[in-house]
Antibody, heavy 124, light 110 residues
């Protein structure tokens, strides 16, 4: 059974960089079959896709966040990370990591495994 | 990219059927069969309920079914139960190689 677990600071100051890690168990981030993703949800709001990456390092990001986001793989920890720069209070949200799979490779079809989510608050 | 459009709320009585719509464009929902649906209970992570428009992941009840016509996808819940009360989100692959979620629908069991 694949499990994902987010970790990182719960409080970040405005203008600083938000950094989160997702540790994967029961599967390998180096598997060629999946994309590894970050998704967030501001309080009381809808889900927002942040981006995903393939184990080779290729990635794709939400155009509205692209200039501030980097997702990278950490093979030694069997995980992947999210960095979001120049954060504001609008970036306060629960951040989820998820595995993305597909029946129509290389089109990304769906998110089948999710972490429990971690709340990150941006405040001075 | 714009979020897919869903009704803010849908309600029904136990045993009834309800349908949630998810409207996009030819660049997302209308262009690909990569539409999925997620159920989210308060304080919990989303759970995959339908993928590739109308397929069930292992363990998901067949009371949930999906369909698509043009740029609008739909999720139908049959035999509505109290445990189905939750928020539901659709998602689609886009022509830019990205993903877009819907605005979300709150389902209330009366």
């Amino acid at each position: 059974q694949v499990q994902l677990q987010e970790s990182g600071p719960g409080l970040v100051k405005p203008s600083e960089t938000l950094s989160l890690t997702c540790t994967v168990s029961g599967g390998s981030v180096s598997s060629g079959s999946y994309y590894w993703s970050w998704i967030r949800q501001s309080p009381g709001k809808a889900l927002e896709w942040i981006g995903y990456m393939y184990y080779t390092g290729s990635s794709n990001y939400n155009p509205s966040l692209k200039s501030r986001v980097t997702i990278s793989v950490d093979r030694s920890e069997n995980g992947f990370s999210l960095k979001l720069t120049s954060v504001t209070t609008a970036d306060t949200a629960v951040y989820y990591c998820a595995r993305a799979d597909s029946s129509s490779w290389p089109l990304v079809g769906y998110f089948d495994y999710w972490g429990q989510g971690t709340l990150v608050t941006v405040s001075s | 990219q714009s979020a897919l459009t869903q009704p803010a709320s849908v309600s029904g009585s136990p045993g009834q059927s309800i349908t949630i719509s998810c409207t996009g464009t030819s660049s997302d929902v209308g262009g690909y069969n990569c539409v999925s649906w997620y159920q989210q209970h308060p304080g919990k992570a989303p759970k995959l309920m339908i993928y590739d428009v109308n397929l069930w992941p292992s363990g998901v009840s067949n009371r949930f079914s999906g369909s698509k016509s043009g740029s609008t996808a739909s999720l139908t819940i049959s035999g509505l139960q109290a445990e189905d009360e939750a928020d539901y989100y659709c998602s689609s692959y886009t022509s830019s190689g990205t993903q877009v979620f819907g605005t979300g629908t709150k389902v209330t069991v009366l």
